[in-house]
């Protein structure tokens, strides 16, 4: 993991009023310390809060694929952040503990599909091409628009892409679980 040289801002901060309380409201009251990092940004963490309130919050598609596809990007790039605090909205979301164990092995000759269904096995797909390779095999695209049609499949797609960028800026910047 990349070392913090950017220093958080104060938990109890309170200005800018305005993005600081849309970011308090969409996160429970509290501020994590991603949001702590963004902070320093107020241009930037006004977007980024908006864009994942629509993406947390607003999307159709099924909240399991989407956790899914956080928790497989959170793993693949090393994003322990992002798993810990995805892994249990996967559970909330109707996946099973040993779904969540398994996608620690994503991507690996390890990985128990069995455990998956169908579309699931398209989403980790998805999430895997787009994550390591940029490119998605056409077949795995046509079998999401064919099970999940042209709205949650264009979402599937920005939520591994949306999340990419949050594991990304979290590695770079050095954001650290809230507990340590």
């Given amino acids: 993991m990349t070392k913090q040289i950017i220093p958080y801002l104060p938990i109890d901060l309170v200005e800018p009023k305005e993005i600081v309380d849309a970011v ?11 949001d702590r990092m963004l ?4 241009a930037l963490i006004r977007g980024w809060n908006a864009h994942l309130k629509e993406i947390r919050e607003n999307l159709t598609l099924d ?13 693949l790039n090393r994003a322990e952040y992002e798993f810990i605090h995805h892994a249990p909205e996967l559970l909330k979301a109707g996946g099973t503990q040993a779904q ?6 994503i991507d690996t000759a390890a990985f128990n599909t069995s455990l998956f269904d169908a579309t699931e096995l ?8 787009m994550t390591r390779h940029i490119e ?16 949650e499949t264009v979402e599937m797609v920005a ?4 999340y990419n960028m949050v594991s990304r800026f979290l590695i ?9």
Wanted: hydrophobic share 40%.
């Fill in 24 to 34: 308090r409201a969409r996160r429970g009251g509290t501020l994590l310390n991603l």
């Fill in 172 to 180: 770079a910047t050095g954001v650290s679980p809230e507990n340590h």
């Fill in 136 to 151: 998605v095999p056409v077949e795995v695209m046509e079998r999401l628009q064919k099970t999940l049609g042209n709205q």
């Fill in 100 to 105: 969540v164990d398994e996608l620690r092995k």
């Fill in 39 to 42: 902070l320093n940004s107020p």
């Fill in 63 to 75: 909240d399991k694929y989407k956790e899914i596809g956080m928790c497989g990007v959170a793993i």
């Fill in 159 to 162: 939520v591994v892409a949306t």
């Fill in 122 to 129: 398209d989403v980790i797909a998805l999430t895997v091409a």
